[in-house]
């Protein structure tokens, strides 16, 4: 399986190549992590440094400087079979899409190789991954996760609505997303019962796909109109917005796990938004598929040319890798991009849309991405649409700490009064 | 020791009797500071930080006076590009290794915590960002970072370029060095020289090929300095040499970088011929990786005098980019961006450390593990294994080099005290 | 009609009882141990001196960090709220409010209602907090009630440069060793305490009447420090240690009309 790092790597690579792939979820930083890396060094860093990395395969992104000396630290002493480098660019021009487009095919290069050693293929089953039956097998899996990511979203609505809450959604999600790195053999982590359903469901080429497919099927039968998921769900039920309870959205880098959210709905916050890379940054978007491509003749040499200067982007648009690269780039920016003001604006407009009165933002520990995003969007978000901000720093297993509630209550405080409530 | 052997009463004076942000702006200081360089001279000081202090001053007249288009710059962004251009480069992270010596930075530092920036942040940056606050620096035209070695940079100039409604530039240096990554960057190096003169009058890109040369001749003169600090023992004291790293980040392309080098290579050439060693008896030498304290500290005075301990040569002051080709500037600076070792994979910054461990004959290094900054300290397990290997004895010495209330001078010098006991033990002593 | 606030802190709870909304008692006590037997002897003990019991309360408002252990209370509201609306009674001009306790500080920012309209609080670094002067003043061996006369005599602060309780602890030692009178050493540690809190002002805005409460605002020193870095004149309130507890005495109060 390929644990991937970082949400502007596409999983459609991996699952294209047959190799079953998921953004990497923790629940804990790696017992042994700072023999590796130091003390001042964000957690979800820090997860990645386990000894034997669990057997899987690492693609480690250049989210942040962290990040890119945790692949060295993984790579130098061995901690994953293989480690793989993914040169995200921080801006989203055409040039930049293309240079991404270009890393993005030496990934699914290198990834053959290696799907190609695990099977114990020999030289000449290798997979051309500019040829028509690779490429075709790209766009069929790029529809799918566009199918996903449409369905994930539906359920982030729901959560925006009160239909379920932000817990459940997350909880979605992140089943999803265990469902992704299904092998075909029926390998999955998840015990509940839902990754069991996606277990049965999880056979031949694709069987994460089929598997997140189902996963995503049974949580909206059980979302739909007949009544909220079970389990938990009584957070939100019926509670948009009255009984006294107060609307935030939350943003952070990365979330890290969903039990602050979980802390916000106890405390009587309705989380109508959670723009965050387990999020909707996730999954707000869609990877374009020309349908005439579907019989696989794609633009080989578009991409060999991707990233030639500055008018690199010509003629690549028919190119899958150009298209993954060109929607990644372009989806919801997380705090690691160069975009403007696109940010603030966005989080504006989640606010906006959803009614939220305050938003909390979660920093991991050390994440400078994190310290910089926050109070860029506290000043801008503030000046602009004079939305309180609460800032949360934490680490695996925090969200339950003391400082951690008396803030979250201090805020819902604040806003309730705010509101008359 | 005093960070750029700045008199503390100076310091006092600097901080309480003046206000910085006030006197920065006004012409009468530079012509009295530069009036006072002949005094200086004639009272013994050496030629090269003569000229060091008359180009800096020069320099800075142009941006706080307004005298040319002031361009911030992240620390990693070739010079060359700003110099070239007709403007004058200003660099927040090293101005604020500044701002501590002058015992500035605390009032920048805090101007920065009211702006809601994390104390967990590199303090080169805040400093910089609560300088911008306080108005301690330059008002800037435009602003250039590049996204490589530091996340910090490119951020807290992307807030002072908001601050100050400038243009703002990143240049996205790629992680691999393909062809196919040297053509994007060079790209966007060309259409920053391109947009530049658009947004910013007095800027030109005529200059650049101009640039590039002087930058080759600096670094002809600077490669030349760089061999006579292998003489053993080190002909310039490593805690000075520290300081002139914000030169070494600050100046490349600019008509004085050459003379100054030149002026500190004939210092380095008469201390070697006359055996006047600055650390007497020297009995370790040390390769510095990082940046130092800026601010007052006692760390050197141990090092240098008690310990007899030579810093030998700085990882930051290792000239890594190949000579710069003036016909092709824009690829050439791509090139020079691009080796940088402290980007791509950590094996290339092991392997500057192996070699400069080679070519100064050191016996140890120590790593100033600047609090924040992930890019540097990222790699301290890995260059201890690596020199572990080597045997050479490795310390990483946590510390801050701006914000002087996140460390603790006792336990720095205790632990640079045992690393030299360490040391000596190897040696026999 | 009786109602009572407590305030349950990581070092002194505290009690405020009103009668009629007007404030008919108080006490103090170390917290100790057992949170939830601290807050009850402290109820006691205030309802004792006024002629009345817990149990003829009509509401108990419970906050502080040990206000989820206060079984007796109709409500649990958090020190921000309660220290707010404390400082506020106190003060009515109050904008600001700093509230250093025993192992926290916040700063709170009021709007023209006397609402919360920000706030800020230390992380979980002990500096800047109460814990913090205990510390120094153990190493000291001056007591902390002597701290703002022993300021007074100071002609300058010793620098202490770090505001990490252990570093600045060994700052304070060597200082002590190079023959520094206390003075100017208690000058520096409330001049340290001073800069985080100062931070935390900045944070939220400085502007309008600045009011300090909890524990630590007894000590003239870091209030005189405090005025010197913010240029602004701090008011500490008489019972400014009891905000929290009377904030939260004037929400019950609230509850039951």
């Not at chain 1, 305050?358 to 994440?367: D, L, Q, S």
């Not at chain 2, 000075?240 to 050459?258: D, K, T």
């Not at chain 2, 005290?417 to 190897?426: H, K, M, Q, T, Y």
Request: aromatic fraction near 8%; charged fraction near 25%; proline fraction near 5%.
């Amino acid at each position: 399986m390929v644990l991937v790092s970082c949400s502007y790597v596409p999983l459609e690579i991996p699952l294209a190549l047959g190799i079953p792939a998921k953004r990497a979820i923790f629940h804990e930083q790696a017992p042994s992590c700072e023999a590796y890396l130091p003390r001042d060094f964000c957690p979800y860093a820090k997860a990645f440094a386990r000894e034997h990395g669990e057997g899987h395969v690492i693609a480690i992104a250049g989210s942040c400087d962290a990040m890119r000396r945790a692949c060295d630290a993984l790579r130098y002493f061995g901690l994953a079979p293989e480690v793989h480098f993914i040169d995200v660019p921080r801006s989203c021009d055409g040039d930049a899409e293309a240079y991404y487009a270009g890393v993005l095919r030496d990934f699914a290069l290198e990834l053959a190789r290696t799907a190609r050693r695990e099977r114990g293929d020999s030289a000449e089953a290798r997979v051309d991954v500019d040829g028509p039956s690779f490429r075709r097998r790209l766009v069929a899996v790029t529809q799918s996760m566009n199918s996903l990511r449409r369905g994930v979203s539906r359920v982030l609505e729901l959560q925006a609505t009160g239909r379920i809450s932000a817990m459940d959604a997350m909880g979605i999600a992140l089943e999803v997303n265990d469902a992704l790195g299904v092998s075909r053999q029926g390998d999955c982590g998840s015990p509940s019962d839902v990754s069991a359903d996606a277990r049965e469901a999880g056979g031949g080429e694709n069987g994460g796909l089929v598997a997140a497919a189902a996963v995503l099927e049974s949580a909206m039968r059980l979302a739909g109109p007949a009544g909220p998921r079970s389990g938990g769900s009584d957070r939100n039920r019926g509670s948009a917005g009255v009984g006294g309870r107060v609307r935030i959205g939350v943003a952070a880098t990365c979330l890290l796990e969903p039990a602050l959210l979980g802390v916000l709905e106890d405390a009587g916050l309705i989380v109508a938004f959670v723009d965050s890379c387990l999020g909707s940054r996730s999954f707000d978007f869609d990877v374009p598929v020309d349908e005439g491509r579907r019989d696989g003749e794609g633009n080989g040499h578009a991409v060999a040319d991707a990233g030639a200067g500055a008018d690199g982007n010509s003629g690549a648009s028919c190119d899958p890798f150009y298209e993954l690269a060109r929607a990644y780039l372009g989806k919801p920016a997380c705090p690691r991009m160069f975009v403007g003001d696109e940010r603030a604006r966005r989080i504006e407009s989640l606010a906006r849309s959803s009614r939220a009165q305050g938003i909390v933002y979660f920093a991991p520990k050390f994440c400078d991405q994190a310290y910089y995003d926050f109070a860029e969007l506290k000043k801008q978000v503030g000046e602009r649409s004079g939305l309180p901000m609460l800032l949360v720093e934490g680490e695996y297993g925090s969200a339950e700490s003391g400082q951690t509630l008396t803030r979250v209550a201090a805020f819902r405080e604040m806003l309730a009064g705010r509101s008359g409530l | 020791m005093t960070g750029f052997g700045i008199p503390s009463g100076l310091r006092r004076a600097a901080r309480r009797a003046v206000r910085p942000e006030v006197v920065l702006r006004r012409r009468w200081a530079y012509r009295v500071a530069s009036a006072a360089l002949p005094l200086l001279e004639r009272n013994g000081a050496r030629p090269y930080k003569v000229a060091a202090t008359r180009c800096v001053l020069s320099d800075f007249a142009d941006a706080y006076l307004g005298r040319k288009p002031c361009i911030f710059a992240s620390a990693f962004v070739p010079t060359e590009l700003v110099y070239g251009m007709g403007g004058v480069p200003f660099l927040p992270e090293a101005a604020a290794g500044l701002a501590a010596a002058f015992g500035l930075a605390a009032e920048s530092l805090s101007a920065c915590e009211a702006l809601w920036y994390s104390p967990d942040l590199c303090s080169f940056h805040r400093a910089g960002l609560g300088g911008a606050a306080a108005g301690l620096l330059p008002r800037p035209s435009a602003v250039i970072v590049s996204s490589h070695l530091c996340d910090g940079g490119k951020r807290s100039l992307f807030h002072m370029s908001r601050l100050a409604g400038c243009p703002f530039y990143m240049l996205d240096v790629p992680y691999s060095s393909s062809d196919r990554a040297a053509r994007w960057l060079a790209s966007q190096i060309e259409q920053v020289a391109r947009d530049l003169p658009r947004r910013v009058p007095g800027l030109s890109a005529e200059g650049l090929p101009h640039a590039l040369e002087r930058s080759n001749e600096a670094l002809t003169e600077y490669e030349r300095t760089s061999a006579l600090r292998r003489n053993v023992p080190a002909p310039w004291r490593g805690s000075e040499a520290l300081n002139y790293v914000l030169l070494f980040l600050w100046s490349w392309g600019s008509p004085w970088l050459a003379p100054f080098y030149r002026a500190l290579r004939v210092h380095l050439e008469r201390t070697v011929a006359a055996g006047d060693f600055p650390v007497l008896g020297e009995r370790h030498r040390l390769l510095w990786l990082n940046l130092r304290p800026y601010y007052d500290t006692g760390v050197f005075k141990y090092l240098e005098g008690d310990w007899a301990s030579s810093v030998a040569f700085e990882e930051y002051s290792f000239a890594y980019w190949p000579r710069l080709n003036p016909r092709e500037p824009f690829a050439s600076l791509a090139e020079k961006m691009m080796s940088n070792f402290g980007w791509g994979p950590i094996e290339r910054r092991l392997e500057v450390i192996a070699r400069l461990v080679g070519d100064y004959s050191i016996d140890g290094v120590v790593q100033f593990g600047q609090w924040g900054c992930r890019q540097s300290n990222g790699g301290a397990a890995i260059i201890a294994r690596e020199l572990k290997g080597m045997g050479i004895p490795f310390l990483n010495l946590d510390g801050d080099g701006v914000d002087a209330r996140c460390g603790s001078e006792a336990q720095a010098v205790t632990r640079l005290g045992a690393f030299i006991e360490l040391l000596e033990a190897r040696r026999g002593g | 009609m009786f109602v009572a606030g407590v305030d349950v802190g990581s070092t002194t709870t505290k009690a405020v009882l009103l009668s009629e909304g007007k404030i008919a008692g108080w006490h103090a006590m170390p917290t100790g141990v057992d949170l939830a037997d601290a807050a009850a002897e402290c109820l006691d003990s205030v309802c004792q001196r006024a002629g009345t019991g817990p149990d003829m309360l009509a509401a108990i408002v419970a906050t502080g960090y040990g206000r989820d252990r206060v079984a007796a209370a109709a409500r649990t509201v958090t020190e921000i709220t309660c220290h707010a609306r404390g400082a506020r009674a106190l003060v009515s001009s109050a904008l600001v409010v700093v509230d250093v306790g025993g192992q926290d500080s916040k700063v709170i920012r009021l709007d023209d209602d006397g609402m919360v309209a920000d706030f800020v609080m230390n992380d979980k670094c002990a500096a800047g907090t109460g814990r913090f002067l205990e510390v120094m003043a153990a190493r000291l061996k001056v007591p902390l009630d002597e701290f703002g006369a022993r300021w007074r005599k100071a002609r300058e602060a010793a620098r202490i440069s770090s505001t990490c309780t252990v570093f600045a602890e060994s700052e304070v030692i060597s200082l002590l060793s190079r023959g520094v009178a206390p003075e100017p050493i208690i000058r520096g540690l409330c001049d340290a305490v001073a800069d985080r809190l100062a931070g935390m002002v900045h944070r939220v805005g400085l502007g309008g009447d600045l009011v300090m409460t909890g524990g630590v605002s007894r000590n003239d020193g870091v209030k005189r420090s405090l005025e010197e870095r913010l240029s602004a004149g701090v008011t500490v309130p008489n019972g400014s240690q009891f905000a929290g507890a009377y904030g939260a005495a004037l929400i019950a109060f609230e509850l039951v009309s």
